[in-house]
T-cell receptor, first 113, second 116 residues
Framework: GDSVTQMEGPVTLSEEAFLTINCTYT??????LFWYVQYPGEGLQLLLK?????DKGSNKGFEATYRKETTSFHLEKGSVQVSDSAVYFCALTKYSSASKIIFGSGTRLSIRP | GAVVSQHPSRVICKSGTSVKIECRSL??????MFWYRQFPKQSLMLMATSNEGSKATYEQGVEKDKFLINHASLTLSTLTVTSAHPEDSSFYIC????????????FGQGTRLTVV
């Protein structure tokens, strides 16, 4: 079945460091890919998305490119801030009348000042 | 973006009682709503999918008689945890999809349920 695998955390970085969180997927057809962010005590917020191969999603300095050849959607940011500390979920969904979102296990990111 | 409001954000209840959690789409019609459960430091586990006006579809292993889901209108779905036990303590999150954006879901803020 369809699935999402992302790197295990926790990931701890210093402020202004470069961030990569790896995400790969297994799916038939042409899924849409997402990164969601969950700040402490809150629900999920959509961070960025890409709906077809080679699309790049970007938001708040974060980027991820939909790579069909490697079935990947790695999240990157050039210079992280303390406020980026959160849990990040990679996810996919496929177009249908009731599209389920399949989530990865989540990666906890902590940024040291 | 679209707003989904979930209420309450926190609730503490005694064992054996029932708790109702509401999920409302504030500025769009939610044809489908999803209910998730999240254990500490784990990912979201889909519990059930509900379409307006029809019975919810539960994922394998989720007790439908314990977790009652009602999706009575295009803007409201409710999850009732019946006869709650301490092991039901968890973070519950709803999400909603509109007919016009089937590849995107909007999430509520979540409800932290503690059963004592």
């Amino acid at each position: 079945g369809d699935s999402v695998t992302q790197m295990e955390g926790p990931v701890t970085l210093s402020e202004e460091a470069f961030l990569t969180i790896n995400c790969t997927y297994t799916a038939t057809g042409y899924p849409s890919l997402f990164w969601y962010v969950q700040y402490p005590g809150e629900g999920l917020q959509l961070l960025l998305k890409a709906t077809k191969a080679d699309d790049k999603g970007s938001n708040k300095g974060f980027e991820a490119t939909y790579r069909k050849e490697t079935t990947s959607f790695h999240l990157e940011k050039g210079s992280v801030q303390v406020s980026d500390s959160a849990v990040y979920f990679c996810a996919l969904t496929k177009y249908s009348s009731a599209s389920k979102i399949i989530f990865g296990s989540g990666t906890r990111l902590s940024i040291r000042p | 973006g679209a707003v989904v409001s979930q209420h309450p954000s926190r609730v503490i209840c005694k064992s054996g009682t029932s708790v109702k959690i509401e999920c409302r789409s504030l500025d769009f019609q939610a044809t489908t709503m999803f209910w998730y459960r999240q254990f500490p430091k784990q990912s979201l586990m889909l519990m059930a999918t509900s379409n307006e006006g029809s019975k919810a579809t539960y994922e394998q292993g989720v007790e439908k008689d314990k977790f009652l889901i009602n999706h009575a209108s295009l803007t409201l779905s409710t999850l009732t945890v019946t006869s709650a036990h301490p092991e039901d303590s968890s973070f519950y999150i709803c999400s909603a999809q509109s007919k016009g954006a089937l590849d995107e879901a909007f999430f509520g803020q979540g409800t932290r349920l503690t059963v004592v």
